[in-house]
């Protein structure tokens, strides 16, 4: 009988946060072989997950591994992320063919609402949903319709809720006013000044202009309305920019320059852990990123900007109702004044954010899923 331990791997950020919190569940009867390459390393140490680093995949490589730290047994399930875009990476979806060569069972948990096929697929027209682990752990039944209509086998998707979310409840309640305080004294935001938190994505390298905006073109319609909030006397103001690490920061340097009268920018990259910030801040605004769930999930008044978006899915928050898809700055700029002015418009935006909800338990569903899963044998095709 194969022993009961588990391989694991992630690259992106947001996938290694997704897994993390399932691997401590894990961790406490199992054994486990955690791999691990470019952003998620980084991921993973701060998670408390040792990881090995797998710079490139490669099946002398993994047997290796397996050797060395299971005993040369192959592992009873995989687990990974299904996080990375084909162009960029395809170790995830190798692990899945290697593991269904041998006939181990694997797992693969979905961090955002967002993509579903592009994550099972490889770079070519003719590798559409070529690569499919055996089960895949879906945040709600949304996602797991919408896995459905882009053609991935439902028999293979389970509702699970995404882990990296359960932890939010925890910081809400525990987070001081005297954390809020520290912080914005040490970032320099000013006494009674407004604190705008902007989520930046990787938009142009990913998907150039094929989504209608990116995080360029969407900063440049924030820092407008930062601009005619100043101009009405609605100040002052603090934009922090919240940089994705895959975005440069080199690529935001001209950001740090004198932002005009009332007006003060920073830019913060890996140094700034993301939650703290968003606690701090009085409003968030982004795109579609995830942080902009989480910030929903932590009480934080979230507004999503898309203008010119070509699709209306890319955030799980406006599909729900939970916060409005602004399409132009000069809505941006309703919404803000709104927020950071009007304490009944911000009371009613607050409510109604209490749409997405999560009950903090989906880590404990990942792992049984993988528990489940290491009991099954599979047959390569």
């Known amino acids: ?34 791999l691990a390459k470019d952003y998620a390393l980084d991921v993973f140490r701060e998670a408390g997950v040792p990881a090995l680093p797998l710079p490139e ?4 490589t993994v047997a290796a591994a397996c050797a060395a730290h299971l005993g040369g047994e192959a592992p009873g399930v995989l687990l990974t992320s299904a996080t990375s875009l084909p162009q960029h990476d395809m170790t995830e979806r190798y692990l899945w063919r290697w593991a269904r ?26 590798e559409h949903l070529r690569y499919l682990p055996d089960w895949i752990a879906a945040m709600d039944e949304h996602a797991r319709r ?51 938190c902007f989520v930046a994505e990787v938009v142009a390298r990913d998907f150039g202009e094929s989504l209608g905006y ?14 005619r909030l100043l101009a009405e006397g609605q100040g ?24 005009g009268p009332g007006l003060r920018v920073t830019v913060h990259w890996k140094e700034q852990p993301p939650l703290p910030l968003v606690m701090a801040s009085d409003v ?28 209306e899915d890319g955030l799980i928050a ?20 709104g927020l950071l002015r009007d304490e009944t418009f911000r009371a009613a935006y607050l409510e109604r954010q209490s749409r997405l909800r999560t009950d903090g338990l989906a880590a404990g569903r990942v792992a049984a899923l993988v528990r489940r899963a290491a009991a099954h044998v599979v047959t390569a095709p």
């Open 146 to 196: 919408g896995m459905m209509a882009d053609g991935i086998p439902g028999e293979r998707v389970v509702v699970t809720g995404q882990p990296a979310l359960d932890k939010l409840a925890r910081l809400r309640e525990t987070y001081a006013p005297t954390d809020r305080d520290a912080l914005r004294q040490a970032m320099g935001v000013e006494p009674g000044a407004g604190l705008v």
């Open 284 to 311: 968030v605004l982004g795109m579609t990123s995830v942080l902009l769930v989480e910030s929903i999930l932590l009480g934080r008044p979230t507004v999503s900007l898309q203008p010119g978006a070509r699709r």
């Open 1 to 34: 009988m194969r022993p009961l331990c588990v391989l694991a791997f992630a690259r992106e950020p947001g996938g290694a946060a997704a897994i993390a919190p399932a691997l401590h569940e894990l961790g406490r009867e199992l054994r486990l072989l955690v």
């Open 57 to 60: 995949f490669a099946e002398a």
């Open 236 to 259: 002052p103001l603090h934009l922090a920019v919240k940089l994705h690490p895959k975005n440069e920061p080199a690529d935001f340097r001209h950001l740090t320059a004198p932002g």
């Open 318 to 337: 406006t599909v729900v109702g939970a916060i409005p898809r602004l399409d132009s700055r000069e809505a941006c700029l309703r919404t803000l004044r």
């Open 214 to 227: 990116t995080e360029d073109s969407v900063l440049r319609d924030v820092l407008w309305a930062c601009g």
């Open 101 to 126: 060569s041998r006939g181990v069972p694997s797992v693969a948990v979905v961090d955002q609402w967002q993509n579903y096929a592009l994550r099972f697929s490889g770079p070519g027209p003719e």
